[in-house]
């Protein structure tokens, strides 16, 4: 195993976004490549939008992804707790020691100031940084406002000139300066800790070396993280900052585009490999054609060099398009078992053993998009049609149609009911499109959808001739 550690550091806020799924997937098929670590940290210092369902259904949607972890909150680890809720004495013991050494300083300063400091910024078309009042306060100044009850934050010390220089494996060197910066808080006047502080305690402690994350990161979060990583002494890890994900009119993805959250896109029926296959599709390719790859696929294939700097556009329809191939690439026992659920919740009465419908079920696999699909195709199976008014030519050729199917042994295979359809135009002495349609209408009450020699032999002779005999028994009462 390499020493390579990467990790998915999810707010529990909100459920698995398809956006943050794609981070998860990149991280975790980088270190699968690598034979590396794949760690799972939750980041829940928010206590006010943090919710344990929420984890839950973050930690459900990974693992159905695949995306199984090899330290995290569930399961411990070397580098435990892995929830952030979990480590503040850690983080506080760390901003002490930056207090301490005269790299971080205490701020007085209310949020009525900061705020007032900020819109005056604005109105200057200036961007708004803290303008470092109390940097400098002397120690009686600093225990004069302690006296009057003023629970101070943490500072760092951002130094004042200079520039950082990002080596990222993907944009290649990025340089910022410290004077677009300013002095972050690290610790709020409650000693929870900010995000910036708290991910750079964790990532050193846990022995993370590549943090590959969104691109979203880089302006805001990465240069003060860094400043965070050099006041402590620590060598950084290696960044890679993916491109964003965009809907097809460029803008930030959201609903809007069809991009939903993980368990969206489970509960409609969509393959935890059609996702991970269109996730690695998002800013990545395999520097050839091929776009349709299950996870051992991509394992195999993936390079972190061939991550492209410009944004990934997220089309639902190529989506749809990669689960049709997913779903139509599945033996008859696992389309069956993946569709009991979509079936049992449609109220269908499910025989878990029926292989009638395992057989219609994977017959007709090809032409779904998404699972959800199912029920209403293959309604005719469990729902008898509603009864409709024929006249006294379409009784002859449904008592016709009867006549033959009372011969049928019980059970016969697509082939036979093919050929059964395929004589009927020479025994009635029509052409298909004068029995097919009512037969169709008489079996399912549709006018189209699954092929005919399908639903006949799915049914199976009985439920034929039951259904046959419900429409002309209703044409005598009229």
Same mark, same amino acid.
């Given at each position: 195993? =390499? ?11 909100? #459920?698995?976004?398809? $956006? ?10 980088? +270190? ?10 939750? *980041? &829940? ?15 459900? &949607? ?8 090899? /330290? ?12 952030? =809720?979990?480590?503040? +004495? ?71 000139? $200079?520039?950082?220089?990002? /080596? ?8 910022? +300066? ?35 994350? $969104?691109? &979203? ?21 290696? #960044? ?8 097809? &009119? ?23 490999? =059609? ?10 390719? +395999? ?6 790859? %299950? ?41 069956? %078992? ?43 199976? #469990?729902?008898?049609? *509603? ?44 052409? !298909? !499109? ?27 002779? %009985? ?5 046959? %005999? ?5 044409? /005598?009462?009229?």
């Amino acid at each position: 195993m =390499s020493n390579i550690r990467v990790r998915f550091p999810p707010s529990p806020t909100g #459920f698995l976004h398809l $956006g943050t799924a794609r981070t998860a997937i990149f991280n975790w098929l980088f +270190a699968r490549k690598e034979k590396g670590v794949f760690v799972l940290r939750i *980041e &829940d210092t928010d206590p006010t939008r943090s919710k344990k369902e929420y984890e839950t259904a973050i930690m459900e &949607d990974l693992l159905w992804m695949g995306l199984k972890w090899d /330290e995290g909150p569930d399961i411990g680890g070397s580098y435990a707790p892995y929830r952030q =809720s979990e480590r503040f +004495a850690i983080y506080q013991e760390y901003a002490q020691a930056l207090l301490k050494e005269n790299k971080a300083y205490e701020c007085f300063c209310s949020a009525d100031y900061l705020e007032k400091e900020r819109e005056e910024a604005l109105v200057r078309g200036a961007i708004p940084r803290y303008n470092r009042r109390c940097r400098e306060l002397s120690n009686a100044e600093r225990v004069g406002l302690m006296e009057k009850g003023i629970v101070p934050a943490i500072r760092i010390k951002t130094p004042l000139q $200079g520039e950082i220089i990002v /080596e990222d494996i993907i944009r290649g060197n990025l340089t910022f +300066a410290y004077q677009d910066l300013d002095d972050f808080i690290i610790q709020r006047s409650d000693k929870t800790p900010t995000y910036n502080f708290a991910v750079v305690i964790d990532d050193y402690l846990m022995k993370i070396t590549h943090v590959i994350r $969104g691109e &979203d990161h880089l302006h805001g979060n990465t240069p003060r993280q860094i400043v965070v990583y050099q006041e402590l002494g620590w060598n950084t890890p290696y #960044f890679g900052h993916l491109p964003m994900v965009l809907g097809k &009119d460029k803008s930030k993805l959201s609903k809007r585009h069809g991009a939903m959250g993980v368990h969206e896109y489970r509960e409609m029926g969509y393959l935890p490999q =059609s996702i991970t296959n269109y996730l690695a599709l998002l800013g990545w390719s +395999a520097g050839d054609e091929r776009e349709l790859f %299950d996870l051992e696929e991509l394992i195999r294939v993936f390079d972190l060099s061939r991550v492209g700097k410009s944004p990934a556009i997220f089309d639902d329809e190529k989506l749809r398009w990669v689960n049709h191939y997913h779903i139509s690439n599945l033996n008859e026992k696992e389309i069956f %078992d993946i569709s009991l659920p979509y079936l049992i919740r449609t109220d269908y009465q499910v025989d878990k053993n029926d292989n009638r419908l395992r057989k219609l079920i994977s017959s007709i696999k090809s032409s779904l998009h998404r699972l959800e699909e199912l029920p209403a195709r293959i309604r005719f199976y #469990f729902k008898s049609p *509603e009864l409709f008014s024929i006249s006294p030519s379409e009784r002859e050729v449904l008592d016709g149609v009867r006549k033959d199917v009372s011969l049928w042994k019980e059970d016969f295979s697509f082939d036979e009911a093919n050929n059964f359809l395929n004589d009927l135009s020479q025994k009635l002495g029509l052409p !298909k !499109k004068g029995y097919l349609p009512l037969i169709r209408k008489t079996l399912t009450g549709e006018e189209k959808g699954v092929e005919l020699n399908i639903i006949i032999s799915s049914l199976g002779r %009985d439920k034929v001739l039951e259904r046959l %005999d419900a429409i002309l028994t209703n044409h /005598e009462k009229q």
